[in-house]
């Protein structure tokens, strides 16, 4: 039994002997690497370190914070806060959007929506109007001061004023739209002027007792107002009549939120959407000339926004305004019958 133990310890012996010579072979390579390795780290993280110190410190920020430093620099305040949302549409906003549907019906004439026409022809005209309205005035209020001195003409349209004064409601319009349609022949510009289109003030108009469509709807205008109308109700409207293929101007005006037309071819008023055969094309008021816009129906659009088109682009070739009238009978009170067509 003891060779065969003592035989085990030597070959116990030998075996760790084997192993210690082989780590101690392999560690002079090892730790070379290792060093070198080292070395290689400490070179890079000097150069690293040189490379940051001749650059600025890097600066980290919010979208929050930018937005708030805005909202100083705005004037909202020291505190404001505003935060950055993320729309279902994957777009980064400040702010979520109210999507609102556009309507359908417009709160003007005929149901449509109205913006500025460019500077031009009619824009003339109507500050050419508007001077000339403003010296009429002057002359009224000197009416009412001295009228032994008061022109027939400025007599007789002060009195149309008064009697529309009188009156309230649609009794009002009714009154400026017989009282005007009575006083003034139907005359074309061409035959009293000799000129396709002229815009004339209610005491021109008076003067001759004659004029066209836009002279009326002028003269109602004035008149209107003059008697307490607000001029926010109150719009000339140019347009194309299909039913004759000419332009033709008339008076609207806003009553308990519907819009009526004083036509000098009718004695009594006109609901807008019974006139069918307008294409309109203008409107015209203390504002300024607009253009008519049909909306885009049922389409969604943000808040503040409009989607619109012209209103006259599916009906018509063309939104000028050329001021040409048919000829046609002159106006008279008939009791409630058309007074002209």
Same mark, same amino acid.
Request: proline fraction near 5%; glycine fraction near 8%; hydrophobic fraction near 40%.
């Given at each position: 039994?003891?060779?065969?133990?003592?035989?085990?310890?030597?070959?116990?012996?030998?075996?760790?002997?084997?192993?210690?010579?082989?780590?101690?072979?392999?560690?002079?390579?090892?730790?070379?690497?290792?060093?070198?390795?080292?070395?290689?780290?400490?070179?890079?993280?000097?150069?690293?370190?040189?490379?940051?110190?001749?650059?600025?410190?890097?600066?980290?920020?919010?979208?929050?914070?930018?937005?708030?430093?805005?909202?100083?620099?705005?004037?909202?305040?020291?505190?404001?806060?505003?935060?950055?949302?993320?729309?279902?549409?994957?777009?980064?906003?400040?702010?979520?959007?109210?999507?609102?549907?556009?309507?359908?019906?417009?709160?003007?004439?005929?149901?449509?929506?109205?913006?500025?026409?460019?500077?031009? *022809?009619?824009?003339?005209?109507? $500050?050419? #109007?508007?001077?000339?309205?403003?010296?009429?005035? =002057?002359? &009224? +209020?000197?009416?009412?001061?001295?009228?032994?001195?008061?022109?027939?003409?400025?007599?007789?349209?002060?009195?149309?004023?008064?009697?529309?004064?009188?009156?309230?409601?649609?009794?009002?319009?009714?009154?400026?739209?017989?009282?005007?349609?009575?006083?003034?022949?139907?005359?074309?510009?061409?035959?009293?002027?000799?000129?396709?289109?002229?815009?004339?003030?209610?005491?021109?108009?008076?003067?001759?007792?004659?004029?066209?469509?836009?002279?009326?709807?002028?003269?109602?205008?004035?008149?209107?107002?003059?008697?307490?109308?607000?001029?926010?109700?109150?719009? *000339?409207?140019?347009?194309?009549? $299909?039913? #004759?293929?000419?332009?033709?101007?008339?008076?609207? =005006?806003? &009553? +308990?939120?519907?819009?009526?037309?004083?036509?000098?071819?009718?004695?009594?008023?006109?609901?807008?959407?019974?006139?069918?055969?307008?294409?309109?094309?203008?409107?015209?008021?203390?504002?300024?000339?607009?253009?008519?816009?049909?909306?885009?129906?049922?389409?969604?659009?943000?808040?503040?926004?409009?989607?619109?088109?012209?209103?006259?682009?599916?009906?018509?070739?063309?939104?000028?305004?050329?001021?040409?009238?048919?000829?046609?009978?002159?106006?008279?009170?008939?009791?409630?019958?058309?007074?002209?067509?």
């Amino acid at each position: 039994m003891t060779p065969r133990v003592e035989l085990r310890q030597r070959s116990l012996a030998l075996a760790t002997g084997l192993i210690l010579s082989l780590s101690l072979c392999a560690a002079p390579g090892a730790f070379a690497a290792e060093d070198t390795i080292n070395a290689d780290a400490n070179a890079a993280e000097s150069a690293l370190g040189a490379d940051r110190a001749s650059r600025p410190a890097a600066t980290f920020f919010s979208i929050n914070a930018v937005l708030a430093k805005l909202d100083r620099q705005r004037g909202r305040g020291p505190d404001a806060v505003r935060l950055a949302a993320l729309t279902p549409s994957g777009v980064a906003t400040d702010a979520v959007q109210e999507v609102k549907e556009t309507p359908t019906i417009g709160t003007e004439p005929f149901g449509l929506f109205t913006f500025r026409a460019p500077d031009g *022809l009619l824009w003339r005209k109507w $500050r050419g #109007v508007e001077a000339a309205m403003t010296k009429e005035q =002057a002359v &009224l +209020d000197q009416c009412g001061s001295d009228a032994g001195k008061c022109p027939a003409n400025a007599a007789q349209f002060l009195r149309l004023i008064n009697a529309v004064s009188s009156k309230s409601g649609r009794d009002k319009l009714d009154e400026a739209n017989r009282g005007v349609n009575t006083a003034i022949r139907y005359v074309s510009d061409y035959a009293q002027h000799g000129e396709p289109d002229r815009w004339s003030t209610p005491l021109a108009t008076f003067a001759t007792a004659k004029g066209d469509c836009e002279d009326y709807a002028i003269a109602k205008y004035v008149a209107l107002t003059a008697a307490g109308f607000s001029r926010d109700d109150l719009q *000339l409207v140019l347009v194309r009549d $299909r039913s #004759v293929r000419q332009d033709h101007a008339v008076l609207a =005006a806003r &009553l +308990d939120g519907r819009w009526l037309l004083l036509d000098n071819r009718f004695s009594t008023l006109t609901d807008d959407s019974d006139a069918k055969n307008f294409t309109p094309l203008f409107a015209i008021n203390h504002q300024g000339v607009h253009l008519f816009a049909a909306p885009y129906a049922k389409r969604a659009v943000p808040d503040g926004q409009s989607a619109t088109s012209p209103a006259a682009s599916a009906g018509a070739t063309t939104v000028d305004w050329t001021g040409s009238e048919a000829e046609i009978a002159t106006p008279s009170w008939t009791g409630g019958l058309p007074l002209l067509m």
